[in-house]
Each structure stands twice: as structure tokens, then as C-alpha cells.
């Protein structure tokens, strides 16, 4: 019978620490061709609001499953998530159902582990500074999972809310900025968890061996990032085959002739794998363009699965 994980049983069991280290291995499994992944199935429900099917299957550990996730920006208006998931695990061998979980703080927490991946393998090793875009659910898993790779003595964050950003300031203890343009200048690493689809930042804000990471604007038509900033940048994805297809931030600038597609440098976990270069010097500016992939969801999934099966988390339920 498959175990059913609620959120507080998944936050129970994952470790921060463990799911960094988690999530390196995922993507260097991802860009060695082990997982077997498609692209995401998505459409849009409404403007803006998606629901997108992400299959994977790992050979070695055997990992098989789906995530199914729905995002409604229109939920954050009613106090409720706009990132909606869950996820269910299938024994490789027989096909049976291993277990179903939520899958919402799941893709939280594994969006935060794959950017720290980021930083630890591209951000300047004496990285000090770091600027948040951005005060929701995803700044704070960020803030929390950055901290464990880096020693940042000052912490910055910005949001056009103003309430928003007293709190989270408040509660978080980083420092709230003026602009988006006062928190970017000068940080050695940038983090982008707004819900923008239009450029956030802009390249002259970003100082040279600065490392930026962006987090949205999943889809085609959108982006998040001035196309200077892209075309100047060491560009790191966490799949080449999603990003040529999905992200606004590469897909318009190659059709509109800024740069090629060679220009995506490598994956992430080709840097990881040591068969790309990670990052090549101090004044070189990075940027991780991370768009989620299944393998990341069903990695941090089984490791949930796995470390709740010891501690007798979750129930039991007959289909």
C-alpha cells in the first residue's frame, strides 16, 4: 500500500543540508544522461496561471515518478500559495504506487537546495554580500539555504511592497533597501524570487564577479532579466533542452538575434561532473537560469520517502 506524506510530514524528514547535497547529485545524474526526463507538459489554464505534468526516471538509484503542479498568481490575493504540487513515487520493478506526497514545500525547498548547488560551484569564493528580489515563500527558502554555503556578512532585500519588506526584514533580520537598484549594487550574489515576467534588473546594476540567479519566468514569453545582462553573463542552466524551449530570458534574445544558443555555457551539473568549468575568475559574472526539473522533485521526494519509511511518518492508504 503507498505511504501519504503530508506537507508537515515532508518538512519533518527533509534536512536542508542533506538536500543540497541532494540536489548536486540530481543534476549531475540530469546532464549525464542517466535521467531519463521530457520536457514539461504545460499549459495555461488562465493568463498566467499553469499546469504542467514533470515525469522522471532515474536508472541508478532507481527513482520513478511525476510531479503534477499547479501555479495561480491570483491565489496570492487570497492569502493562499500560488505554487500548488503533488508528487507520487512508483516502483521501478513492479509499477506499484510507492508513495504520494505533497508536493508544494517539496518544490519550495529543492528550487533553494539547486541554487545553493549554484553558488557553492559559481559564486566567488569570499562572496559576502547578498541581495534578495523579492520577499515570499521562495526569498526565505533561499535565505536559509544560501547561508549554508556561503558566510554572507550582510544581507539585503528589496520588494515594491513596503510592507511586505518591513516584514520580512523584521522577521528574517537582513536589511530592507530603497530600490531593487540599491540592493543589487555591489552584491556578490543576486538572487531573483519575484513573480515578475518582465525584466526585474538591469545589467548595469550587477558589478563584475557578481553571481545572480534566477528563479522565474518559466515560460516562453516571458522574462526576468535585462537581455544585456544575459548576453554579458556565463550562462548556467539546469537543463539545456528545457531552457531552449521554455525560458523567455534565452529564447527571445536567441530570436531576436543578441546571441545563439551556443551561448548557454553549460549545466549545472556539468559543472557539477567537472566536465564544464566552473566559475574562471574573479570579475566574471555568472548567472544560474533555473527552471525546476523533475528529477530535482523526485530526488528530494525519495529521500522524504525513504527517511519517513524509518521514522514511521505518514499513512498508509489502500487504493
Not at 558566510?151 to 511592497?161: D, G, H, K, L, Y
Not at 549545472?268 to 548567472?287: C, D, H, M, S
Request: aromatic share 4%.
Amino acid at each position: 500500500m503507498p505511504l501519504w506524506l503530508s506537507e508537515a510530514d515532508v518538512r519533518a524528514v527533509l534536512d536542508p543540508a542533506e538536500l543540497i547535497d541532494a540536489m548536486e547529485s540530481a543534476l549531475a545524474a540530469l546532464s549525464s544522461g542517466r535521467v531519463v526526463q521530457p520536457v514539461r507538459t504545460a499549459f495555461e489554464l488562465a493568463e498566467r496561471t499553469l499546469f504542467a505534468l514533470m515525469p522522471a526516471f532515474d536508472r541508478e538509484p532507481a527513482i520513478l515518478g511525476a510531479k503534477l503542479v499547479i501555479v495561480v498568481p491570483a491565489n496570492f490575493a487570497k492569502g493562499l500559495h500560488t505554487h500548488l504540487a503533488a508528487i507520487s513515487l512508483f516502483d521501478t520493478e513492479t509499477g506499484e504506487l510507492a508513495a504520494v506526497m505533497d508536493g508544494r514545500y517539496i518544490t519550495e525547498v529543492r528550487t533553494a537546495a539547486a541554487s545553493a548547488v549554484s553558488v557553492r560551484h559559481l559564486a566567488r569564493a569570499d562572496a559576502k554580500v547578498l541581495a534578495i528580489l523579492g520577499t515570499g515563500v521562495q526569498a526565505r527558502s533561499h535565505l536559509e539555504a544560501l547561508k549554508l554555503v556561503r558566510n554572507f556578512t550582510e544581507i539585503r532585500a528589496w520588494s515594491p511592497t513596503r510592507a511586505h519588506l518591513e516584514e520580512f526584514a523584521r522577521e528574517c533580520g537582513v536589511k530592507p533597501s530603497t530600490s531593487a537598484e540599491a540592493a543589487v549594487r555591489g552584491a556578490d550574489v543576486v538572487v531573483l524570487a519575484t513573480n515578475c515576467v518582465t525584466p526585474a534588473i538591469e545589467n548595469a546594476w550587477v558589478d563584475n564577479g557578481a553571481h545572480v540567479i534566477a528563479i522565474g519566468a518559466c515560460r516562453p514569453t516571458q522574462q526576468e532579466i535585462d537581455p544585456a545582462l544575459v548576453a554579458r553573463a556565463r550562462l548556467v542552466v539546469d537543463s539545456r533542452a528545457a531552457a531552449l524551449v521554455e525560458s523567455g530570458d534565452i529564447v527571445i534574445p536567441i530570436r531576436e538575434g543578441l546571441f545563439a544558443a551556443e551561448h548557454v555555457g553549460a549545466e549545472l551539473g556539468e559543472i557539477v561532473a567537472r566536465t564544464k568549468p566552473g566559475r574562471e575568475n574573479a570579475t566574471e559574472v555568472t548567472l544560474f537560469k533555473s527552471l525546476g526539473q523533475a528529477i530535482e522533485d523526485l530526488v528530494a521526494a525519495d529521500l522524504a520517502y525513504r527517511r519517513a519509511q524509518k521514522l514511521g511518518r505518514g499513512v498508509t492508504v489502500r487504493l
